[in-house]
């Protein structure tokens, strides 16, 4: 019994070998295989132009020149490329070359690009212009690595009252929230490489500024002169110091619709959809600087018409024109220095 009992357990001990070893043959390398590498390529750019940079269509026009280095001509992304954010842009046949063992290509992009501007603080508002390059598989099929070592910009572009500040390449891999119709049963969504050309700028000349609130200090300057003309002298009389407020109705009056109408052009030339911009907020202080000389006109016309001290009245118009001045001139001042800090 003892050499049966030994040889039946022998049996059993050689079975589960058996199947450990069957178990792993089988199993064991699928479930050790390190995952196949996602394909992948260098890409860089070069900045060679930009220009018509438009913030009212919310446009800016560039030239690019782009590369590529696979392992393999399969991977090469460049012909199938996508630019996000252009508009039909043209591109050069591809220019293929092989070194150390890298497939190279090389291909030239030009066109329009939209570009959502912020000129809230507007002369010294600053942009980043974007240029988006994006992969037509996804991160598990395809990736994108930044050559930021080898891409630039022409450091002789000069954009007509820009600067360039700034340049770079960024990868910003994208989320799509579908599948593209795709027939198999991949989710409804995924993330795709993509690279941002970055390119920094500035406004350079402060000359359209003076333009389009030169009115409005032109404005100050009348209106506060009106108020410390002499028009509550003793000598004059009632019908003459009447004369003189009425006047200076007429020519407020003007100025708002001057204000008014210089309010349109600068509508016409810098344009905001993300709030008032600083020449708007001048615009509004004159407004409001305007009305304040009409309230005061008016509060002396009837204290003139009821018997008011002519001395006294004259007076209170002077310190109100000289303090309602320089309060214009602070807060504008304000204005102008907040919007060159932030931009």
Known sequence: MAGA????????LWAVV???FALWFLGG???NAAPAAVPTCRVGAYLSDLYDLDTVKNRFSARVWLWSECADKSF?????VSFTNADDPKKSDPDLSTRAGLVRDMMRVEGSFRQGWDVRGFPFDKHRLQVLVTATQDTAHFRFVPDTVHSA???DIAPPGWRVTGFRLVSAPHHYPTNFGKTT??????MYSRVRVEVDVERSDPTIFWKLTGPLYLMLLVATASFLLPSHSEELKMAERLDSLQSRLALLGGGLFVVMLNLQQVNQTVTSTAGLTLVDWLHLLTLFYVLLAVVATVISWRLT???GDPGRIGRLQHRGA????????????????YAARVG
């Open 76 to 80: 090469d992304p460049l012909p199938k």
């Open 5 to 12: 009992w030994g040889t039946h357990r022998g049996h059993r």
């Open 29 to 31: 390398p699928s479930a």
């Open 153 to 155: 910009y022409n450091p």
């Open 18 to 20: 058996l199947c450990v």
């Open 322 to 337: 000289v303090l309602g001045m320089v309060g214009y001139l602070l807060v504008a001042g304000a204005m102008v220095g």
């Open 185 to 190: 049963d991949e989710p409804s969504g995924g």
């Open 305 to 307: 018409v009821h018997g």
